[in-house]
């Protein structure tokens, strides 16, 4: 069993809200002139994790399924004329990079992630595993146009983060992850996303061999 | 240009892989030095034309239960299915759809080959492989698997080349990695590998690991070469003693290119310094596990291939633009880089 205690959770649910509202109502969180470029989701994740003091030794996990949604509508919409700027931001882990590059914040280990069914539980497992007595779990999606449209991009925008640490001194709570031999399991962004937003604990096989156990005090 | 053996016979031949071919493959383009598959032409398929070399390849996987609880998979790409995305975008055929996120593209793959549901996808752009193997080893040592399976692929399509093209790296210039000359150019070409890792001894072994994110520009690195030192000089303690020689990046740009090779050249003087991608291409996020094939394949063959393509004067006196004969070596760095400033570097041991 790996544990870890919950010591702080982020969360940005900002429902249909557009990417220039989200742009307008975040602007103050990021230096003059940086949120010109920056996609929704790396706007809400500038939100999530601007007070969470990652360190240099900090692990940073990064979880999403469709990440730049729009940017990479956009960038397609460009051909043949390929736009520069939005292909290096329509690539994963742009999100994260937009935030940490407006900050000039270095990162020793960061791992990105994508998937669906597992992603979830795969990042946990990243962030538990990570090697670093602090890790920074963060996701989130942006909701898409016409990739939406066609099933291949997220209808939700949300994003989170949390700080996973050894400490249990002050915790929200505890992340368990026990290994095992089942042969499925899941927990996707959304759903665990959901666990957050509720404060809900939870025992539940979330990906081969792994069953996690969150409990908040 | 085939697997590792015979890819690695043919870079100690000097050969070139890139060919100049139009940027948007049937949809023309200016023409820049591109390594496909031999017949893909970037006009995805639905299935796409690279699955049955996936399959080959795959084919060489040692048998065990892959994607069971005890053996996880760990999937890296920068692409993914992204080039039936841009299909679909110009031809709104339905079909390409199936392989259009990573999620759908690795779900497909993982059906075709067998595997479980234990897969994890990692995408860290160029570094992305390199990310795999560091958490696969991670997984390993906190005794959640008995053996990891990491799986790369990149599959070059007009997103991909029309974005670097963009970017102006891309160009009518086959690259040159390391070679002081007046204008960078890079060139890209498809990559797949796999690598499966173990607690126990092997005949290789991983003995460091580091990664650092710079975080001071999308396309840019610090001007001092201080995410390279970073990343790097924790590897120079692990290596002590060990007689090296170093696969960098080298993608063929002229300030990332001189910041890498003068890093390597301080802190291993004595370690001489080859890139494979003037002759491949860049692999893209697969080219540390690619690069990493081709590594063990040269340590088999007791020859390491130069930097095909590259020519004096070079920024450093280490870079090797000819094969050489590595039985005196016992160890090997690789280092990848990436947007963001992202570094990687695995140090490899042998006896």
């Given at each position: 069993m790996i544990e870890r205690h919950l010591h702080a959770v982020r969360l940005e649910h900002p429902g249909h809200e557009e990417p220039e509202a989200t742009r307008a109502r975040l602007r103050e969180l990021f230096p003059r002139g940086a949120t010109r470029r920056m996609t929704q989701l790396g706007l809400l994740l500038g939100s999530v994790l601007r007070d969470l003091n990652l360190g240099a030794d900090d692990a940073l996990v990064y979880a999403s399924t469709y990440a730049e949604s729009r940017a990479?509508?956009?960038?397609?919409?460009?051909?043949?004329a390929a736009s520069p700027t939005l292909f290096q931001t329509s690539i994963h882990p742009s999100a994260v990079q937009q935030v940490l590059i407006a900050r000039q914040q270095p990162v020793g280990r960061f791992f990105p992630l994508t998937g669906d069914r597992q992603l979830a539980?795969?990042?946990?497992?990243?962030?538990?595993t990570a090697g670093s007595p602090r890790a920074i779990l963060c996701g989130g999606e942006e909701r898409g146009t016409w990739l939406t449209d066609c099933g291949v991009a997220s209808a939700e925008t949300f994003a989170f983060a949390v700080v996973l640490a050894a400490d249990p001194a002050g915790a929200l709570g505890t992340v368990r992850l026990i290994p095992g031999d089942e042969a499925d399991g899941a927990l996707a962004l959304p759903e665990f996303f959901a666990l957050l937003q509720e404060r809900r604990s939870l025992r539940q096989v979330i990906a081969p061999g792994l069953?996690?156990?969150?409990?908040?005090? | 240009m085939g697997q590792a053996?015979?890819?690695?016979?043919?870079?100690?031949a000097g050969t070139r892989a890139l060919e100049f071919r139009p940027v948007l493959g049937p949809d023309g383009g200016d023409r820049v030095p591109l390594a496909p598959l031999p017949g893909r032409d970037l006009a995805e398929t639905a299935p796409p034309d690279w699955l049955p070399a996936i399959e080959a390849l795959a084919a060489e996987i040692p048998p065990a239960p892959w994607g069971a609880a005890r053996h996880p998979v760990f999937v890296t790409s920068s692409n993914f299915g992204v080039g039936n995305l841009y299909a679909f975008r110009r031809t709104r055929?339905?079909?390409h759809l199936?392989?259009?996120?990573?999620?759908?593209?690795?779900?497909?793959?993982?059906?075709?080959?067998?595997?479980?549901?234990?897969?994890?996808?990692?995408?860290?752009?160029?570094?992305?492989?390199?990310?795999?193997l560091l958490l696969a080893t991670r997984v390993l040592a906190a005794g959640l698997a008995e053996r990891a399976l990491v799986f790369t692929f990149d599959f070059i399509s007009p997103f991909v080349t029309g974005g670097f093209h963009a970017l102006k790296i891309l160009n009518g210039e086959m690259p040159a990695p390391y070679s002081a000359r007046a204008a960078g150019s890079i060139g890209l070409g498809d990559g797949a590998a796999f690598a499966v890792l173990g607690r126990g001894p092997g005949e290789f072994q991983i003995s460091g690991q580091q990664i650092h994110n710079e975080m001071h520009h999308f396309t840019a690195n610090q001007a001092d070469g201080?995410?390279?030192?970073a990343c790097l000089a924790p590897l120079a303690s692990a290596a002590a003693g060990r007689r090296l020689w170093i696969k960098g990046h080298g993608t063929g740009t002229l300030e990332a290119g001189r910041l890498?090779?003068?890093?390597?050249a301080r802190l291993f003087p004595a370690a001489p310094l080859v890139s494979w991608k003037g002759s491949l291409g860049h692999t893209l996020g697969s080219c540390g596990l690619v690069e990493l094939a081709l590594a063990l394949a040269a340590i088999k063959s007791g020859r390491t291939p130069g930097s095909v393509g590259s020519t004096a004067p070079c920024f450093t006196d280490t870079v090797a633009t000819e094969s050489f004969a590595n039985a005196g070596f016992d160890g090997v760095l690789l280092a990848s880089n990436a947007f963001g400033g992202a570094h990687a570097a695995l140090l490899l041991s042998h006896d």
């Open positions: 990479i509508e956009e960038y397609l919409d460009s051909f043949p539980a795969h990042a946990l497992q990243a962030a538990l069953t996690l156990a969150l409990s908040w005090h | 053996a015979a890819t690695c016979a043919t870079l100690q055929e339905p079909a199936v392989q259009a996120t990573p999620s759908a593209s690795v779900e497909f793959l993982r059906r075709r080959l067998g595997w479980g549901a234990n897969v994890s996808l990692l995408s860290h752009a160029c570094v992305s492989a390199h990310i795999g201080a995410g390279f030192r890498e090779a003068e890093t390597l």
